[in-house]
T-cell receptor, first 116, second 112 residues
Framework: DVKVTQSSRYLVKRTGEKVFLECVQD?????MFWYRQDPGLGLRLIYF?????MKEKGDIPEGYSVSREKKERFSLILESASTNQTSMYLC???WGQGGRGANVLTFGAGSRLTVL | GNSVTQMEGPVTLSEEAFLTINCTYT??????LFWYVQYPGEGLQLLLK?????DKGSNKGFEATYRKETTSFHLEKGSVQVSDSAVYFC???????????FGKGTRLSVIA
């Protein structure tokens, strides 16, 4: 089975802290994605990547950055966490070069971040 | 822009009841349509999909038919079980290499 592993299930951080959310997939998928999930808003795309060192902004990239130095790892970075970034963060991956197959996703279990 | 609208939840049903979760979409061109499910404490997983008009996707007793004339992709199941309790997301993709656009999700609770 394809596995997408998110390093932390629960994190509590203070306003202004730098936060790293790590995501690793073990099936050699080309494409990786970060979404946030909020009640009443569903899933919103933050950033995605179709190749190593490549990144594209999603619908809500403000306040976030990403890093993809290796094919299997896609990190989400909050440079200076704020309370409105309290959320569930979901990482996903899919096969397909150039994003082909980007619509059949395998998700991690999520990282619930609380910013105080 | 592209968007997906789902019926608001939560939906509460008794075991063996019939389930319908409505989903309509707005999109340019001819999108592919998906239903994803999120069980408690887990990430989302693909439930079923349809890639062209009149296609029916099915899995685990769930079905959805791609209706171009009504821009809909309603999810149905004839007899729900407690284990079907989850959040269901309708989604679309306008081409094979564009990220999915998700609806807001519908929480289903099935009681014994």
């Amino acid at each position: 089975d394809v596995k997408v592993t998110q390093s932390s299930r629960y994190l509590v951080k203070r306003t202004g802290e730098k936060v790293f959310l790590e995501c690793v997939q073990d099936m050699d998928h080309e494409n990786m994605f970060w979404y946030r999930q909020d009640p009443g808003l569903g899933l919103r795309l933050i950033y995605f990547s179709y190749d190593v060192k490549m990144k594209e902004k999603g619908d809500i990239p403000e306040g976030y950055s990403v890093s993809r130095e290796k094919k299997e790892r896609f990190s989400l970075i909050l440079e200076s966490a704020s309370t409105n970034q309290t959320s569930m963060y979901l990482c996903a991956s899919s096969w397909g070069q150039g994003g082909r197959g980007a619509n059949v996703l395998t998700f991690g279990a999520g990282s619930r971040l609380t910013v105080l | 822009g592209n968007s997906v609208t789902q019926m608001e939840g939560p939906v509460t049903l008794s075991e063996e009841a019939f389930l319908t979760i409505n989903c309509t979409y707005t999109a340019t061109g001819y999108p592919s349509l998906f239903w994803y499910v999120q069980y408690p404490g887990e990430g989302l997983q693909l439930l079923l999909k349809a890639t062209k008009a009149d296609d029916k996707g099915s899995n685990k007793g769930f079905e959805a038919t791609y209706r171009k004339e009504t821009t809909s992709f309603h999810l149905e199941k004839g007899s729900v079980q407690v284990s079907d309790s989850a959040v269901y997301f309708c989604a679309l993709s306008t081409s094979g290499n564009t990220p999915l656009v998700f609806g807001k999700g519908t929480r289903l609770s099935v009681i014994a």
